[in-house]
């Protein structure tokens, strides 16, 4: 089955600068792959997804890249804020709409 | 508004009970699912529905029972042969059929074993 790594250790950063978060992947690339914000004790929220096909996506402060290649997914949060304090998902499809996920990589934006 | 909701919140078990933990949906999906998750792991699928009537295992489905008999419903059961239930819980559903859609989270149901 699918293999997905994230950095475990908490990323910290000032506000304003740019949070760069990494999703790799082991085994076969999917057919697309997404991001998740999860907040303490709350479920998920989605906020991109993006395809096989597609190298880059944008929306707002936020963008994702997928390169099949190096089977690996950055995750760009601009401008960043004390509020884009979270941990982030990254999940990628197995077929079937099913979903594997990783372990999250925390972010801490201060002030 | 449409969305998911479980309940309850917060679930306090002694050893040996089962306990169902409830999820209902009212976006119209076809797929729901069941994750549980563990301090520093991700979360892993416990059991999914893509149609009424219909289930399939997921990773960790030993100690789990569900039941699909209504579209908007998907309740979990931890029955006592689950060994270490005290987890965070999480429901979610699908829009379903081909679509790349996002997979849509409820607020999650924290188990305790008391």
């Known amino acids: 089955s699918q293999k997905i790594e994230q950095n475990s250790e908490a990323l910290n950063i000032q506000e304003g600068k740019t949070a760069t978060l990494t999703c790799n992947y082991t085994?076969?690339?999917?057919?697309?792959l997404q991001w998740y914000r999860q907040d303490p004790g709350r479920g998920p929220v989605f906020l991109l997804l993006?395809?096989?096909?597609?190298k880059e996506k944008r929306k707002e402060r936020l963008k994702v890249t997928f390169d099949t290649t190096l089977k690996q997914s950055l995750f760009h949060i601009t401008a960043s804020q004390p509020a884009d304090s979270a941990t982030y998902l990254c999940?990628?499809?197995?077929?079937?709409?099913?979903?594997?996920f990783g372990t999250g990589t925390r972010l801490l934006v201060s002030p | 508004d449409g969305g998911i909701t479980q309940s309850p919140k917060y679930l306090f078990r002694k050893e040996g009970q089962n306990v169902t933990l409830s999820c209902e949906q009212n976006?119209?999906?076809?797929?729901m699912y069941w994750y549980r998750q563990d301090p520093g792991q991700g979360l892993r699928l416990i059991y999914y529905?893509?149609?009424?009537?219909?289930?399939q295992k997921g990773d960790i489905a030993e100690g789990y029972s569900v039941s699909r008999e209504k579209k908007e419903s998907f309740p979990l059961t931890v029955t006592s042969a689950q060994k270490n239930p005290t987890a965070f819980y999480l429901c979610?559903?699908?829009?379903?059929?081909?679509?790349?859609?996002?997979?849509?989270f409820g607020p999650g149901t924290r188990l305790t074993v008391l």
């Open positions: 529905s893509q149609i009424v009537n219909d289930f």
């Open positions: 999940a990628l499809d197995e077929g079937f709409q099913k979903l594997v």
């Open positions: 979610a559903s699908h829009q379903g059929g081909t679509s790349y859609n996002e997979q849509f």
């Open positions: 976006l119209n999906h076809d797929a």
């Open positions: 993006i395809r096989e096909n597609e």
């Open positions: 085994n076969y690339s999917p057919a697309y």
